[in-house]
């Protein structure tokens, strides 16, 4: 019998981030007043540090280690609970140690510049700023976190106890879904996806090699 406790981790990421948007209530009405508009026909959203691009990196960042995890584990359970291969655990945790480091130098660089870019802000917003709506910059440190929990399968679970036969179904039915999402893909004209098919390959190639290394 072969038990998914030898060969996967389950591993967990939490990342939190400052989104630096606000729902103006007092915009809204004006809005909605001057267009005669009930005031539940929509909201208005500002950003309150409009033109930053060290905050915009971090959210590029942060959608990249995501996607990486993605596209590196399997789902697994609730609580963004997924597994990942044993066999890469190893190169796995080395790429995200080193892309973590990254992503808090970026965010160190955002903190130090945040007075100045709370200043420009001041000037783009005119009065829709309001500075009860900027955090003090030791109390937005905290908004910024991230974290990988790695756990062991439980020995409970009643996937790890699966037989040969049941994991070879599995592995049968995670494969159709990879290949009918390249399926999908490729149906799509070639001139719309010629830019991203390198990526696609990849992408659909890593998940193929996750199912053959955590199901055999």
Known sequence: MTHLSDRAL???LNISQWTARKLDKKATKAVSDING???D???YHKKLLPM???LANIHTMTGDI???FLTNTLPWGLNNTHMLPTSNYLSFMTTFRKRKSEWEQ???KFLADYPSL????QRFLGTLYNIEDYPDVRDLRSKFSMDLVVLPVPTADFRVQLADDELDSIKADLQRRVEENSGIWLSVSPRSTTPSLGSMRARLSTSQNCVSCCLG
């Open 66 to 68: 995501r996607k990486d």
């Open 118 to 121: 709370q200043t420009t802000a």
């Open 41 to 43: 026909v929509g909201n």
């Open 37 to 39: 508009a009930g005031y």
């Open 52 to 54: 930053s691009d060290s």
């Open 106 to 108: 970026v965010v160190s």
């Open 10 to 12: 389950l591993v967990q």
